[in-house]
């Protein structure tokens, strides 16, 4: 099996940074994509950004030029950089990736993390 934890929430002003770590751990045997979703209340759960393994990127609209997504292969770690914060980006971040574990060397997975809550203020 494959666990997410993710840390770096918090509270910050409008237009403030923040940076979002995810490690992933288990039985690892490759991970393709990694990304980060995020969930306001009364909303769906949207797809903020995403990483491939090679280190191709795409982003939601709404975040294109402030949030930059990294990954550290070697790590099994994605990051997720949030500069000009705005309070609509107030939500938990989860982390995600597609993986394969040594318990079932056939198949990719989706696995999450428990999400971490990022606050914006006016």
């Known amino acids: 099996q494959v666990q997410l934890v993710e840390s770096g929430g918090g509270l910050v002003q409008a237009g403030g940074s923040l940076r979002l770590s995810c490690v992933a751990s288990?039985?690892?045997?490759?991970?393709?994509?990694m990304a980060w979703y995020r969930q306001a209340p009364g909303n769906q759960r949207e797809l903020v950004a995403i990483?491939?393994?090679?280190?191709?990127?795409n982003y939601v609209d709404s975040v294109k030029g402030r949030f930059t997504i990294s990954r550290d292969n070697a790590k099994n770690m994605v990051y997720l950089q949030m500069n000009s914060l705005k309070p609509e980006d107030t939500a938990v971040y989860y982390c995600?990736?597609?993986?394969?574990?040594?318990?079932?060397?056939?198949?990719?997975?989706?696995?999450w993390g428990q999400g971490t809550q990022v606050t914006v203020s006016s």
């Open positions: 990483i491939t393994s090679g280190g191709m990127t």
């Open positions: 288990g039985s690892i045997l490759s991970i393709n994509a």
């Open positions: 995600s990736c597609n993986a394969m574990s040594y318990s079932d060397i056939r198949n990719y997975y989706d696995y």
